[in-house]
């Protein structure tokens, strides 16, 4: 488990993070969300102890990173995965980690083995793609067999078949009881893959919660109604209590109700409709609407 307490770390007149307080629970996989310059990766850093806080502290199952002997045996952590020495072959690289660790040398071959870096084994880091490298940083991270791991930025620079890949192996580590807190900007992976999210704003906690409770809470479903009648449309779902919204292009957005009903009542009432359709909420759009207030970094739509 990771355990951050009253965490808080300034640069100069900046506050990077402001009194975060979270657990990061063994046995699913925790995102870590927040908008650029929202102090996420100073958090992780002061994870493993690459940040001294101003004040507050982390502990990973009961104790301070800088306390753990031999911590890549309990921690395994990808932040940079182009931190290598570019004349260290991807095997060297390994190696080294391990004989600081204690770890038997021949865990490097099987980690190798695991992240499919096999056949490069012997190829300097400075010749490998993003995606290799960002490879080579997950054997690192697997490597001591930890029970806890953080994960950067996991598949940046991986094609589809390395993105299912460790989609499925951030899944399967957490299925074994470990603690995996991973951070992205991209939501549909955090969708298909967290369990719990953690969302920072500004260096603040926005939210520590289920995905599903979190996209329920922020954002809105509701079924879509297309109809050359629309003033009909909002009489008959007025009439039977229904809220509802106009929509662009002049749909009728019905909330709180499902496509069954307003499909029965448009059928009743002989309102033509050429589209009735359910519009799920979505974990981008739960994102968007929570840290609206919280971006640093935003950017101009005009284009000249």
Known sequence: MIDVQHLTQRYGATLAVDGLTFRVEPGRVTGFLGPNGAGKSTTMRAMIGLERPASGRVLIDGRPYAAIPQPLRTVGALLEAKALHGGRTAHGHLLGLARSNGIPAARVGEVLDIVGLADVARKRAKGLSLGMAQRLGVAAALLGDPRVLLLDEP?????????LWIRELMKNLAAEGRTVFVSSHLMS????????????GRGRLLADTSVEEFIARHSRSYILVRTPEPERMRDVLTADGIRFADGPEGVIEAEGTTLETVGALASRNQVTVYEISPQVASLEEA?????????????KQEVR
């Open 155 to 163: 598949v940046n620079g991986l094609d589809p078949e390395g993105i």
């Open 189 to 200: 992976e955090m969708a298909l893959t967290a369990d719990h999210l953690v969302v920072i």
């Open 287 to 299: 994102f968007m609407r929570l840290t609206a207030d919280a971006v640093d970094y935003r950017a």
